[in-house]
């Protein structure tokens, strides 16, 4: 069974930044694909970012170029490093480990930008 465990938000200011991290229970090497999804308030779930296991990563175009995504598999961990954070970005951030056949989702870390 995969288990994923965010942490590393909390509250910036804007241009501030974070990193958050998302460590998984269980093999890394078993999901094909690694995200990171948020959820702002009163809003759905977007896709932020992520990266496959050859290393091929994607973007929603409102973070690009402030956002990377990477993968250490020798730890287990996937972060998300976020840089001139905006308020707009505030959110719940959720960490999501997929195979072909099944979706995992960590319990999710709080960004706050404050403006």
């Known amino acids: 069974q995969v288990q994923l465990v965010e942490s590393g938000g909390g509250l910036v200011q804007a241009g501030g930044s974070l990193r958050l991290s998302c460590a998984v229970s269980g093999s890394i090497f078993s999901l094909n694909v690694m995200g990171w999804y948020r959820q702002p308030p009163g809003k759905q779930r977007e896709l932020v970012a992520q990266i496959t296991n050859g290393d091929m990563t994607t973007y929603v175009d409102s973070v690009k170029g402030r956002f990377t995504i990477s993968r250490d598999s020798a730890k287990n961990t996937v972060y998300l490093q976020m840089n001139y954070l905006k308020p707009e970005d505030t959110a719940v951030y959720y960490c999501?480990?997929?195979?072909?056949?099944?979706?995992?989702w960590g319990q999710g870390t709080q960004v706050t930008v404050s403006s």
């Open positions: 999501k480990g997929s195979t072909i056949r099944l979706n995992y």
